[in-house]
């Protein structure tokens, strides 16, 4: 169950953080953010540019730490929004993915229950985004713009409203 994950964890931690050693799923996303905290050291303003991260990352694997290569080698992207966005756009880029999250939670919402999808959404992001790049999958980043859409559309500006048509004012438009 949930503490075997959580122990399982600790173990991965600890043998990455004192040992050295990366083989667990949690220790080679630190070895993948090892590679991506020197490539942010270099770049930290505007990063690598998109879709050159990966290519700096393998050259660095190449380079500067080969003790690295046979553990991460394979990486598609670096398994964590906010070093992707780091790594492809420096904290540009990460200070504009955080005025996103802020201004989902920021509303204005037509009810507290639209307030609370809206922080439900974002702080389920915020989360996920630890673990992956949802932004950079098609059906994750879907979602999330769908969901954050939804929620942020001001009810007033919709054109059908409860079964009928209404101008901006709340006129119905069938009605003569």
């Not at 964890?9 to 020197?38: F, M």
């Not at 932004?135 to 054109?159: C, E, M, N």
Request: aromatic content about 10%; charged content about 20%; some cysteine.
């Amino acid at each position: 169950g949930l503490s075997r994950r959580v122990e399982s964890a600790a173990v991965d931690l600890r043998q990455s953080a004192i040992d050295q050693r990366y083989s667990g799923n949690l220790g080679k996303r630190i070895a993948g953010g090892i590679v991506a905290a020197e490539m942010i050291r270099e770049r930290p303003v505007v990063g690598t540019g998109v879709g050159a991260n990966m290519v700096e990352f393998r050259r660095l694997l190449d380079t500067r730490y080969t003790h690295l290569e046979d553990v991460v080698g394979w990486f598609p992207h670096l398994h964590n929004q906010y070093l992707q966005v780091a790594t492809e756009v420096g904290l540009v880029g990460v200070a504009l993915l955080g005025y996103v999250v802020y201004a989902l939670f920021r509303g204005p919402y037509r009810s507290d229950e639209d307030w609370a999808i809206a922080v439900a959404v974002g702080c389920a992001y915020l989360l996920g985004w630890m673990g992956d790049p949802y932004l950079h999958k098609q059906l994750p980043l879907v979602l999330f713009a769908t969901l954050a859409g939804v929620v942020s559309a001001d009810g007033r500006s919709l054109f059908w409203k409860a079964g009928r048509s209404l101008d901006d004012d709340g006129v119905d438009l069938r009605s003569g």
